[in-house]
């Protein structure tokens, strides 16, 4: 079954440290998209990749980094320099930067704490 | 930029009809999505208006009026399993979905 996976489920970190997400889609999409969420708050944009070996700044993207080197992979680099990184991360993918009636399809998260 | 307006928390009785309502301003408009999340999980997608009117998908319907800036997402026949966060997300532009803050629906029997 096609679909995204996003690992680990939960990550913690230590001050100082910098960490990865991992995002890996077989759903042939070629946009993914990075968003953090909040405590009762909405999705916010961090990064974004519409083909590969592109990808461009979100609205919150200080502190974070991304790689596009394969169309099903996009992993997060959560940064020392992020100040506050512990959230809810989400990992999307749509056929293209549009969605549309096809929608963004989601993984199932990962939850960061900073210890 | 866009900015989208919606509820944070909307009560219902289980079997009624429950309507979220989302305004929203920007510049290029495409369309507006609707997303459920339950807690703890990740966002699904249910529906997609890109042109004025409703569009109906089961127990869901969503409705737009480029007109008024304005959307709604109408559940019936509520169900225990409808209570969850809704969001409206918008698309314009050249850039990916800008999402509201939720509307966390919470259904009572």
């Known amino acids: 079954d096609g679909g995204i996976t996003q690992s680990p489920k939960y990550l913690f970190r230590k001050e100082g440290q910098n960490v990865t997400l991992s995002c890996e889609q077989n759903?042939?999409?070629?946009?993914m998209y990075w968003y953090r969420q909040d405590p009762g708050q909405g999705l916010r944009l961090i990064y974004y990749?519409?083909?590969?070996?592109?990808?461009q700044k979100g609205d919150i993207a200080e502190g974070y980094s991304v790689s596009r080197e394969k169309k099903e992979s996009f992993p997060l680099t959560v940064t020392s320099a992020q100040k506050n990184p512990t959230a809810f991360y989400l990992c999307?993918?749509?056929?293209?930067?549009?969605?549309?009636?096809?929608?963004?399809?989601f993984g199932s998260g990962t939850r960061l704490t900073v210890v | 930029g866009q900015s989208l307006e919606q509820p944070s928390e909307v009560t219902a009785v289980e079997g009624a009809i429950v309507q979220i309502n989302c305004t929203y301003q920007?510049?290029?408009?495409?369309?507006l999505s609707w997303y459920q999340q339950h807690d703890g999980g990740a966002p699904t997608f249910l529906s997609y208006?890109?042109?004025?009117g409703l569009e109906e998908t089961g127990r869901f319907s969503s409705f737009l009026s480029r007109s008024d800036s304005y959307g709604y997402l109408l559940l019936q026949e509520l169900q225990m399993k409808d209570s969850a966060s809704y969001f409206c997300?918008?698309?314009?532009?050249?850039?990916?979905?800008?999402f509201g803050k939720g509307t966390r629906l919470s259904v009572i029997a």
């Open positions: 997300a918008g698309l314009s532009g050249n850039t990916p979905l800008v």
């Open positions: 999307a993918s749509s056929f293209s930067h549009l969605g549309g009636n096809y929608g963004y399809t």
């Open positions: 208006n890109a042109l004025d």
């Open positions: 920007t510049s290029g408009f495409y369309g």
């Open positions: 990749s519409q083909i590969v070996n592109d990808f």
């Open positions: 759903l042939n999409h070629d946009a």
